[in-house]
Antibody, heavy 118, light 108 residues
């Protein structure tokens, strides 16, 4: 059974940093693109970042470029999102998702809430 | 960047109704379109991929169609479990993925 479990969310002050993790199981992690998607309270879904199977390609939505870094450790079956210079508008539930070439984002984690507030 | 526009934003319908949600892309995305269902407090669930392919385990009352810039999600006979928010998503390339703004399907 495919499972994605996020952790690392919490309350952080504006300008602060946070590192999210996503533990994957039930599939060959190193064979899939992985993604982060966020959802601000009461709002829609927003794609944040993608990372290729071997980590050699990374892509970001414009609003987080230069502040967020996506990474992965295939030996640990884990995906990460390092978030720096956080802003109030980064407040959201952050989901990790498995990216399939054909089937888009076919599995999602349960999400972890990040709140940026003083 | 490719923009995705869904309509309507809110849809009121009754159990047994046939409903259609539309998604338009700002440029051609071939058939690289997915549909997701999301219920409050839950992660999105993949329903349709490649515009018209039904994800395993999804009831056959859900169907998708379209290509290029115009796409539709149809629910042939609404069931109580279908009242949720629906999102389209283009995945034409890995360097830019975008979602529609969502359609909330409410009970009339």
């Amino acid at each position: 059974e495919v499972q994605l479990v996020e952790s690392g969310g919490g309350l952080v002050q504006p300008g602060g940093s946070l590192r999210l993790s996503c533990a994957a199981s039930g599939f060959t992690f190193s064979s899939y693109w992985m993604s982060w998607v966020r959802q601000a309270p009461g709002k829609g879904l927003e794609w944040v970042a993608n990372i290729k199977q071997d980590g050699s390609e990374k892509y970001y939505v414009d609003s987080v470029k230069g502040r967020f870094t996506i990474s992965r450790d295939n030996a640990k079956n884990s995906l990460y999102l390092q978030m720096n210079s956080l802003r109030a508008e980064d407040t959201a539930v952050y989901y990790c998702a498995r990216g399939d070439y054909l089937r888009a984002f076919d599995y999602w984690g349960q999400g972890t809430l990040v709140t940026v507030s003083s | 960047d490719i923009q995705m526009t869904q309509s309507p934003s809110t849809l009121s319908a009754s159990v047994g109704d046939r409903v259609t949600i539309t998604c338009r892309a700002s440029q051609s995305i071939s058939s690289w379109l997915a549909w997701y269902q999301q219920k409050p407090g839950k992660a999105p669930k993949l329903l349709i991929y490649k515009a018209s392919s039904l994800e395993s385990g999804v009831p056959s009352r859900f169907s998708g169609s379209g290509s290029g810039t115009e796409f539709t999600l149809t629910i042939s006979s609404l069931q109580p479990d279908d009242f949720a928010t629906y999102y389209c998503q283009q995945y034409n390339s890995y360097f830019s993925v975008t979602f529609g703004q969502g359609t909330k399907l409410e009970i009339k």
